[in-house]
């Protein structure tokens, strides 16, 4: 398995320009809830499975990465169990932010780097979680 700078570092490749970057602190966290949002519109339990799934995913990288994850989705669970309709807010929050994110990596000039593998779908939140982590001083 690869370790966690192993991952952030092949993620960054593709996210050098100050553009894309920027597009990726919206949508990333856009797409994000708004998966868990179309989830949870289908069951509150096909939302929990797919973050259990991710976590598993997460844990190994890193203990307190996982952590900030649990605690992101609790607060979008929150919003999203507060939301009418939350299928189809979700649905056009997903349409709008992939289109954000084509726009900023046809920007790049680099394809998405899930484009190699799919896993890179979950490495997208941590990788903006760690510059966060970073800015706090909190280690990963």
Not at 27 to 43: E, K, R, T
Not at 87 to 113: D, M, R
Request: proline share 5%; net charge positive; charged share 10%.
């Amino acid at each position: 398995m690869k370790t966690l700078n192993v991952w952030l570092d092949e993620y960054s490749e593709s996210h050098q320009n100050p553009v894309n970057k920027n597009i990726h602190w919206i949508c990333v966290p856009v797409i994000y809830f708004s998966v868990v949002g179309m989830l949870y519109a289908l069951h509150p339990w096909a939302a929990y499975g797919a973050l259990i799934a991710a976590l598993a995913f997460y844990i190994p990288l890193s203990l307190s990465l996982a952590a900030g994850m649990i605690l992101l989705t609790a607060i979008m669970l929150a919003a999203i169990h507060a939301i009418p309709h939350i299928l189809w807010v979700s649905i056009a929050l997903f349409v709008a932010a992939w289109i954000g994110q084509f726009y900023g990596h046809k920007v790049e000039g680099k394809k998405p780097s899930f484009f190699k593998d799919v896993q890179f779908l979950l490495v997208g939140p941590i990788w903006l979680l760690n510059f966060v982590y970073q800015r706090l001083g909190i280690k990963t």
